[in-house]
């Protein structure tokens, strides 16, 4: 599996917990539909950002956790840097994220 597969895939898992949450508060919203939190694609370290919140950490526990300064962790989540895929399920392991690995030809466009 080359580099940007897995990001694909990474991305795709990212998306579907993100489109979970939306879901979740779309059903305590009574004003909002859930499919409203579709319209524009979510970049991956918005993602992430929300997948930290989700998991109630801040960026200074997070940044303890994976093992890096806490503007690592604003960096990642800004957008400014990017990284290396085994790093990135390493972070969303920590936020209690799991990622399921599907052929691509197997993933709707």
């Known amino acids: 599996m080359n580099a940007t597969n897995f990001r694909q895939r990474i991305t795709q898992a ?3 917990h993100a489109d979970a949450l939306a879901r979740k508060d779309a ?3 009574d004003n909002v539909p ?6 524009q694609p979510v970049p991956l370290h918005v993602r992430l950002r ?3 919140e989700e998991a109630g950490l ?5 940044a303890e956790k994976f093992g890096c300064a806490v ?5 990642i989540e800004n957008g400014t840097i990017r990284l290396l895929p085994r790093r990135l399920e ?3 392991s920590i936020y209690g994220v799991r990622v399921e690995l599907v052929p691509v030809e197997d993933v709707a466009p």
């Open 14 to 16: 990212a998306n579907a």
């Open 27 to 29: 059903a305590t919203t």
């Open 34 to 39: 859930a499919e409203s939190s579709r319209a």
């Open 50 to 52: 929300q997948a930290r």
């Open 58 to 62: 801040t960026q200074g526990q997070a």
């Open 71 to 75: 503007s690592g962790i604003h960096q």
């Open 90 to 92: 390493d972070l969303l």
